[in-house]
């Protein structure tokens, strides 16, 4: 598979007929919200967990030096809480732009704080992409992310602010918190800051 996923992305035309789509956000998508929304809610999918286990050579890192970002790895009875945002159709243009390096669209059901759900889409980075690195120890992932930068900021600034949005959305994610830890011994710190 192209490490560019857009061609890919757009002749899947995934829900295409529909004006608005609910889109699910897990990881960057949570806090960098810089495309157009009608509206937002929390929300969780069954039966994945977050992980960082994607590389990144286009925000967090470059092809030399890949940085770690989030995907979705299948796991039954997990939950992975995040973001819902109903879009325009149109915004799936820039959202493709932006998620380009290996991740696609793909159709998910979330689950809303009612109770309630919605089918739409989310953006999976799966293991047959050519940026994915896959498992490693969560130090090991926390050293990685001290090593890496990349056009988007550091991909220590990426797990921050995942950590600290997670947390206002009283998501427990063991996987992130772990990471973040880690981090925080790495760089001699004791206390959350921000990034
Ligand atoms: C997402 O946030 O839903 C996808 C992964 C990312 O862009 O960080």
Known sequence: MSVNTIEE???????????????FGYGSLIYLVDF??????????DGWSRRFWQGSHDHRG?????????????????????????VEASVFAQL??????????????????DGSTATGVTYLASADNEAYLGEASEY????????????????WDYLLELAIALREL?????HIFAIETHIREIQGQTKPTSP
């Open 96 to 113: 493709d732009e932006r998620e380009k390096n290996g991740y696609l669209r793909v159709a998910t059901e979330m689950t809303f704080a």
């Open 62 to 86: 470059t092809v030399e030096n890949p940085g770690r970002v989030v995907t979705l790895i299948e796991e039954p009875g997990a939950v992975c809480g995040g973001m819902a945002f109903r």
């Open 36 to 45: 157009p929304y009608l509206e937002s809610k929390p929300a969780s999918i």
């Open 9 to 23: 992305n757009r002749s899947r035309n995934l829900f295409g007929d529909q004006d608005e789509v609910w889109l």
């Open 170 to 174: 009283g998501e427990q994610d063991d």
């Open 140 to 155: 090991e992932i926390a050293q990685h992310i001290c090593r890496c930068t990349g056009p988007s900021g550091s991909n």
